[in-house]
């Protein structure tokens, strides 16, 4: 098995931004990600205050003359920089700014090994005086909100959190519409499953920033189902009841692993990981048995994790590089606002990578016209029968 070059989002912001930095894949295939709503304690002013990717996110080859380089700050959660998912997606943003000469050769990260590093993270950038501080994640709010509101004139921006109108507003929160493009996923895996059964789990259960891929994961085989008559089930997360199957962490590749093959002990041939660097644990365990698909999320994992590729099924993205490399942007540009940047999939802000070369064609057609309903919104992910 190998993957198709096709991609099945159309993120032409992305597009812009690879093209730009020469980052793009050597054999021809081409990288997008699509947006849509995901949801965050804020979700109901998101709705009615986002500004949306595609009005926000045009990107550039290089810097305009009159814009000078900003230092790009950014504060990990605790997968590390070089987690092949959260972190180093959100971190190629500020690397992608470097290359257009967006921000500063000096731009940095610091790499947060525990909850009480976020502050401490948080001042040294502070202290260094950078002019953009990105803290990446859910777990991040508490503390950038407290640092935020200290320090009212210095930008920041947090990735997959935003704040209620009034507690932080001087904070930027890119919010990600991951259920959208997890629905494809599902919608997918029901129709490769030979054992009619697939999975789904989490690392930490953090309301929508974890939970949107798996409730669209569910709704997605949901909808296979209403389409084709069939009776797939997933296992690890009931939306309804908000009950499922988590690690706790993000970090241990065995845990990983171990609910996996418990998965697989109940039938699953399909597994869909939403715990960043865990989920690599799947990905060892389904080459090893060589009948078991793997979901990627954040990242495609067939450029990240490509030693996984016979197994891999696809991935569904998160645009975090361009939310990072668009407030960079705008810092630079003088015209950073905070507030809630919403980036959804009519926006082609995340969406479905690459997917297997061994996926039937008309299974593939089949998603790709699954797309274009939702982002024309005549497909509303939940709106499925339960089964």
């Not at 001042?123 to 260094?128: C, P, R």
């Not at 930008?155 to 919010?175: K, N, R, T």
Request: hydrophobic share 40%; charged share 20%.
């Amino acid at each position: 098995m190998k993957r198709n070059a096709r991609y099945l989002a159309l993120l032409g912001v992305l597009v812009l931004v690879i093209a730009a930095c020469g980052d793009g894949a050597d054999d021809g295939t081409t990288t997008t990600a699509e947006a849509e709503g995901t949801t965050t304690t804020a979700e109901a002013e998101a709705e009615e205050t986002a500004t949306t990717a595609e009005a926000e996110a045009t990107t550039t080859t290089e810097a305009p003359p009159s814009v000078e380089a900003i230092t790009a700050c950014q504060v990990t959660d605790t997968g590390g920089i070089d987690d092949k998912s959260f972190n180093q997606t959100a971190w190629k943003g500020v690397t992608d700014a470097i290359d257009a000469g967006l921000a500063t050769a000096d731009s940095d990260f610091l790499e947060s090994q525990s909850a009480t590093d976020y502050q401490p993270n948080i001042q040294a950038f502070l202290d260094k005086g950078c002019d953009l501080i990105i803290t990446v994640g859910f777990l991040l709010g508490a503390d950038t909100e407290t640092m935020a509101n200290a320090n009212p004139d210095q930008h920041f921006q947090i990735i997959d959190f935003a704040y209620e109108p009034g507690v932080a507003d001087s904070v930027q929160g890119a919010v990600f519409g991951t259920t959208d493009a997890a629905f494809l996923a599902g919608y997918l895996a029901a129709g490769v499953t030979e054992t009619g059964i697939v999975a789904t789990y989490g690392g930490i259960q953090i309301p929508c920033a974890v939970t949107c891929f798996m409730d669209g994961f569910v709704y997605g085989v949901r909808y296979y189902n209403e389409v084709n008559g069939t009776d797939v089930q997933t296992l690890g997360w009931n939306p309804e009841d908000e009950t499922g199957v988590f690690t706790g962490d993000f970090e241990d590749l065995a845990k990983g692993r171990a609910v996996t093959q418990s998965f697989v002990d109940e039938g699953a041939d399909v597994i869909l990981p939403v715990a960043g660097p865990v989920g690599e644990g799947s990905a060892a365990l389904a080459l090893e048995l060589g009948d078991v698909w793997v979901i990627g999320v954040d990242a495609d994992w067939f450029e990240t994790l490509p030693q996984y590729e016979a197994q891999i099924l696809s991935s569904v993205l998160k645009g975090l590089d361009v939310a990072v490399f668009t407030a960079i942007r705008e810092v630079a540009e003088g015209t950073f606002e905070g507030g809630t940047r919403l980036y959804a999939i009519a926006e082609d802000g995340v969406g479905l990578g690459a997917i297997n070369d061994d996926v039937p064609q008309p299974l593939q057609d089949e998603v790709a016209a699954l797309l274009e309903s939702l982002k024309e919104g005549s497909i509303v992910p939940g709106d499925q029968a339960l089964s």
